[in-house]
């Protein structure tokens, strides 16, 4: 019997614990500062073996340099809280996880057509705003499917961050498929 973990980096992601020995699971929203992840991770260790997954992140084109600065400093936090508390650990890509977890997700849109309408008229095309609104749906369609899944596989948990919230928290649903994920595949 083992504690899995799953966690969705950055400050909007989440925190996923699945205690197999007990049949369990509970989610969260990133803690604020570093100590607190240390505290949660380390509050549910209970002498059970523990191995965390981690969605691994990169740079992501289009965003600001601070922005990916700062989301690669959420992710690297995380290693390192895991290093030092001794928690084994395995990184997982965005797709990898997904295709385990998403089978029959919504399939990405064709922006082929798009691209050539754009480069033919670069400036302020009409079309850049119609392929970002298309390429915006099917986010929230994958966002949509995932909450679907995840409350399918976990009917008991509760994806609201808070008692105020009456939308599910996306980090809090990818870190507990990512935690399933890990319980699905590891040895």
Same mark, same amino acid.
């Given at each position: ?21 007990? +049949?369990?699971? @509970?989610?969260? !929203?990133?803690?604020?500062?570093? #100590?607190?992840?240390?505290? /949660?991770? &380390? ?56 295709? +385990?977890?998403? @089978?029959?997700? !919504?399939?990405?849109?064709?922006? #082929?057509?798009?691209?050539? /309408?754009? &480069? ?59 935690? @399933? ?7």
């Amino acid at each position: 019997m083992r504690n899995i973990i799953g966690i969705d980096p950055g400050k909007t992601g989440g925190v996923a614990i699945i205690y197999d020995h007990m +049949v369990e699971t @509970e989610v969260h !929203p990133t803690p604020e500062t570093f #100590k607190e992840r240390a505290e /949660l991770l &380390k509050a549910h260790d209970g002498g059970w073996e523990t191995i965390a997954f981690i969605e691994q992140v990169h740079s992501i084109p289009g965003t600001s340099a601070k922005s990916n600065f700062t989301f690669g400093g959420e992710y690297y936090s995380w290693l390192a809280i895991l290093e030092t508390l001794g928690i084994s650990f395995e990184t997982v890509t965005p797709a990898t996880w997904q295709k +385990v977890m998403l @089978e029959g997700k !919504p399939k990405r849109p064709d922006t #082929k057509k798009l691209n050539i /309408l754009i &480069k033919e008229e670069p400036c302020n095309s009409p079309f850049i705003k119609q392929k970002k609104d298309l390429l915006a749906r099917h986010k929230k369609a994958i966002k949509e499917y995932a909450y679907t899944t995840a409350h399918r596989l976990y009917p008991s948990v509760s994806f609201l961050a808070t008692d105020r919230c009456s939308v599910p928290h996306d980090g809090m649903v990818d870190a507990l498929l990512i935690a @399933e994920y890990g319980r699905r595949t590891a040895g």
